[in-house]
T-cell receptor
Framework: DPKIIQKPKYLVAVTGSEKILICEQY?????MYWYRQSAKKPLEFMFS???????DNQTASSRFQPQSSKKNHLDLQITALKPDDSATYFC???????????????FGAGTRLSVL | GEQVEQLPSSLIVQEGASVLINCSYT??????FPWYKQEPGKRLQFIID?????ERKQNQRLTLLFDKKTKHLSLHITATQPGDSAIYFC?????????FGDGTQLVVKP
């Protein structure tokens, strides 16, 4: 059974619209992350959270906003969507954040976003 | 920032062959190197890792070698099987971020 659930699996959106990508993990992990994978770039770090607190942010655009309503949830809201946002977005989690902890990443199956 | 490069980008081998995937990184501050495997249409899965105070780690048919001086890693997979067909990602942990290489697509033909 998948322990990291991402919804939806596929998402088609029109330019300028807003979407929310859902991620829930049932591994009891304290850290959660978002990564993006597109044809143009390798797997790219976006955000990291620890105990629902933003720890690190690589994304330049404020159109990408993570939302953590519970420790095991980290949704990603994307506003004013552009065709360049088309990618597969992966949620991941780890036991702890930072170099001291067990930091193997466990990934969700991804949400494939297509912006027309 | 850290840059991770992998070679080759793709490999096609016959079942039973051994393969070598090379990975290099640029920042000497990177201290932890996990590798992941992504089968077609599936999530990335952790397969093996190594820390910068080690030179070698083995997990069944996987052997990971690390050279701190040259900032180079290599993943050796022996006795490959069709089920090993996947994209393999090298990564480096640096300043609490994990940077990934572009991946190596391995195809093992039966």
């Amino acid at each position: 059974d998948p322990k990291i659930i991402q919804k939806p699996k596929y998402l088609v959106a029109v330019t300028g619209s807003e979407k929310i990508l859902i991620c829930e993990q049932y591994l009891g992990h304290n850290a959660m992350y978002w990564y993006r994978q597109s044809a143009k770039k390798p797997l790219e770090f976006m955000f990291s959270y620890s105990y629902q607190k933003l720890m690190d942010n690589q994304t330049a655009s404020s159109r990408f906003q993570p939302q953590s309503s519970k420790k095991n949830h980290l949704d990603l809201q994307i506003t004013a969507l552009k065709p360049d946002d088309s990618a597969t977005y992966f949620c991941a989690s780890s036991q702890a954040w930072g170099l001291r902890g067990q930091n193997t990443l466990y990934f969700g199956a991804g949400t494939r976003l297509s912006v027309l | 920032g850290e840059q991770v490069e992998q070679l080759p980008s793709s490999l096609i081998v016959q079942e039973g062959a051994s393969v070598l995937i090379n990975c290099s990184y640029t920042d000497s501050a990177s201290v932890y190197f996990p590798w992941y495997k992504q089968e077609p249409g599936k999530r990335l899965q952790f397969i093996i890792d190594i820390r910068s105070n080690m030179e070698r780690k083995q997990n069944q048919r996987l052997t990971l070698l690390f050279d701190k001086k040259t900032k180079h890693l290599s993943l050796h997979i022996t006795a490959t099987q069709p089920g090993d067909s996947a994209i393999y990602f090298c990564s480096a942990r640096n300043n609490n971020r994990i940077f990934f290489g572009d991946g190596t697509q391995l195809v093992v033909k039966p």
